[in-house]
């Protein structure tokens, strides 16, 4: 039988999403459960035609879920994700709450499929730019081994939730009608600005929380807990789809023609790399897409042991940074 599917969060940003991927990927759904607050209780989605009326969550809101995916915040997970695993469905969660915990699978299908049979109800669903990141890293890794990492990233709006979207929608226009505007869901002036990510940042490290979830997860995910990252997280006015520029040292050297064709077959992604046009991976290219793009390899002149790459990667925040992959998960386990 078709499981009955729940989703927490159903009107943000990537609850809207995880309907449109549920859908795209043709996901079977017996039954489809719209929970959030009670702001929006009564509120209509349409999903495969229907409307379906979204519903205040509760702790009697799982009985008779079979699968619940979770997007409204770790604390919400927190409270409510062993309440829905105690009704009996499998949850897959889209918040940090459990990512680092070692019971919980941490998973990009692509890169660590396997992990998800140790479940014990709870499947996590990385942070976007870790699994963004992965991805393209995973079939490199596969064939020579990572040595250490660089990062440096170009985070949409998205990621801070659909109020943060709109402020940059707003802001925008406010700066090109000249008016005056004061940013109330991020921290700084958005339209024509960049900034360092929003997360807090700890004071003895000089890392902020952003930072320190790619790092801790991109090395849970690549199965390389000591591997080391540098990584500076930067907020740029885009809406919806995260940039990187990442580059890798590897244990030997891997060519620029060998990592083409590894990236170039590798499920997931989609090779965007001409140097004749000037043509690399771009948000507007990206949004809206289940593949990530991948493209800009070089080698890394800034290693003088030729042992490196740089390349750029850009890729949806809302989809495999966040609601793709969740409906992924789903459909490995089903
Ligand atoms: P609501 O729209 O009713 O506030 P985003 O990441 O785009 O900000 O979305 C967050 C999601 O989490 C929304 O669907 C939001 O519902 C939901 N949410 C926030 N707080 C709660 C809560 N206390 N109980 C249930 N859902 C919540």
Redesign the pocket.
């Given at each position: 039988a078709h499981p009955v599917v729940a989703i927490?969060?159903?009107?943000?940003?990537?609850?809207v999403e995880l309907l449109e991927s549920l859908t795209s990927r043709d996901f079977p759904v017996a039954e489809l459960r719209l929970?959030?607050?009670?702001?929006?209780?009564g509120?209509r989605l349409s999903f495969r035609g229907r409307d379906h009326v979204?519903q205040?969550?509760t702790e009697d809101s799982f009985r008779g879920v079979d699968l619940a995916l979770f997007?409204?915040?770790a604390?919400?997970s927190r409270k409510?994700g062993p309440i829905a695993v105690a009704a009996g469905a499998i949850v897959v969660d889209n918040s940090s709450a459990f990512r680092m915990a070692p019971e919980v699978p941490l998973v990009v299908p692509e890169v660590n499929a396997a992990a998800m049979a140790a479940h014990s109800g709870i499947i996590a669903n990385p942070n976007c730019v870790a699994a963004i990141l992965t991805v393209a890293l995973a079939p490199l890794a596969q064939e020579t081994r990572i040595r250490r990492l660089n990062v440096a990233t170009y985070q949409a709006a998205?990621g801070?939730?659909?109020?943060?979207?709109e402020e940059l929608r707003q802001a925008t226009a406010a700066y090109l009608d000249g008016q005056p505007f004061t940013p109330k869901v991020l921290p700084h002036p958005y339209a024509f600005n960049f900034f360092s990510h929003n997360a807090a940042v700890d004071p003895d490290s000089g890392y902020n929380g952003e930072e320190e979830k790619v790092v801790a997860e991109t090395r849970r995910i690549l199965g390389r807990p000591d591997l080391p990252v540098g990584i500076t997280c930067i907020r740029v006015p885009v809406l919806r789809a995260h940039g990187m520029a990442v580059s890798i040292e590897f244990d030997a050297p891997v060519s620029v023609e060998r990592a083409r064709q590894l990236l170039g077959v590798a499920p997931g992604l989609r090779l965007v790399d001409d140097r004749v046009g000037n043509h690399f991976p771009m948000p507007v290219e990206a949004s809206g897409q289940d593949a990530v793009l991948v493209g800009r390899i070089r080698e890394d002149l800034g290693d003088p042991t030729g042992n490196s790459l740089a390349l750029f990667v850009v890729g949806d925040q809302l989809l495999k940074g966040a609601a793709l992959n969740a409906v992924q998960i789903a459909e490995a386990l089903l």
């Amino acid at each position: 039988a078709h499981p009955v599917v729940a989703i927490v969060g159903a009107t943000g940003a990537v609850g809207v999403e995880l309907l449109e991927s549920l859908t795209s990927r043709d996901f079977p759904v017996a039954e489809l459960r719209l929970l959030a607050s009670a702001r929006s209780a009564g509120t209509r989605l349409s999903f495969r035609g229907r409307d379906h009326v979204v519903q205040e969550l509760t702790e009697d809101s799982f009985r008779g879920v079979d699968l619940a995916l979770f997007s409204a915040g770790a604390s919400i997970s927190r409270k409510y994700g062993p309440i829905a695993v105690a009704a009996g469905a499998i949850v897959v969660d889209n918040s940090s709450a459990f990512r680092m915990a070692p019971e919980v699978p941490l998973v990009v299908p692509e890169v660590n499929a396997a992990a998800m049979a140790a479940h014990s109800g709870i499947i996590a669903n990385p942070n976007c730019v870790a699994a963004i990141l992965t991805v393209a890293l995973a079939p490199l890794a596969q064939e020579t081994r990572i040595r250490r990492l660089n990062v440096a990233t170009y985070q949409a709006a998205s990621g801070a939730g659909a109020a943060a979207m709109e402020e940059l929608r707003q802001a925008t226009a406010a700066y090109l009608d000249g008016q005056p505007f004061t940013p109330k869901v991020l921290p700084h002036p958005y339209a024509f600005n960049f900034f360092s990510h929003n997360a807090a940042v700890d004071p003895d490290s000089g890392y902020n929380g952003e930072e320190e979830k790619v790092v801790a997860e991109t090395r849970r995910i690549l199965g390389r807990p000591d591997l080391p990252v540098g990584i500076t997280c930067i907020r740029v006015p885009v809406l919806r789809a995260h940039g990187m520029a990442v580059s890798i040292e590897f244990d030997a050297p891997v060519s620029v023609e060998r990592a083409r064709q590894l990236l170039g077959v590798a499920p997931g992604l989609r090779l965007v790399d001409d140097r004749v046009g000037n043509h690399f991976p771009m948000p507007v290219e990206a949004s809206g897409q289940d593949a990530v793009l991948v493209g800009r390899i070089r080698e890394d002149l800034g290693d003088p042991t030729g042992n490196s790459l740089a390349l750029f990667v850009v890729g949806d925040q809302l989809l495999k940074g966040a609601a793709l992959n969740a409906v992924q998960i789903a459909e490995a386990l089903l």
